[in-house]
Nanobody, 126 residues
Framework: QVQLVESGGGSVQAGESLRLSCAAS????????LGWFRQAPGKEREFVAAASWNGGTPYVSDSVKDRFIVSRVNPEKRVWLQLNSLKPEDTAVYSC???????????????????WGQGTQVTVSS
């Protein structure tokens, strides 16, 4: 059974950083693109970033591209999301997901992902 397990969330002050991790098991990791999404209370799930399996340039949402960095380490079956200069509006549950697609347009859509983790809470206070 495929499992994606996120970690690294927490409560921080505005301006601080966090590094989120997503570890995969029972997944042919190198053949899946890995994406990060976030969902704040009362809001829709939002695409944050993705690292495709074909080694292409990682995709990061315009809303966070100057502050967040996504990377993957295939031998470790792990994808990272570095969150810098955090703002209160970044507060959300961050989830990773696995997709067979590589097209940037598809990777922005939650419906194109086959497997999801449970998420990790990030809370940023002002």
């Amino acid at each position: 059974q495929v499992q994606l397990v996120e970690s690294g969330g927490g409560s921080v002050q505005a301006g601080e950083s966090l590094r989120l991790s997503c570890a995969a098991s029972a997944l042919t990791f190198a053949t899946y693109s890995l994406g990060w999404f976030r969902q704040a209370p009362g809001k829709e799930r939002e695409f944050v970033a993705a690292a495709s399996w074909n080694g292409g340039t990682p995709y990061v949402s315009d809303s966070v591209k100057d502050r967040f960095i996504v990377s993957r380490v295939n031998p470790e079956k792990r994808v990272w999301l570095q969150l810098n200069s955090l703002k209160p509006e970044d507060t959300a549950v961050y989830s990773c997901a696995a997709s067979k697609y590589t097209c940037p347009v598809f990777l922005r859509s939650p419906s194109k992902y086959d497997h999801w983790g449970q998420g990790t809470q990030v809370t940023v206070s002002s």
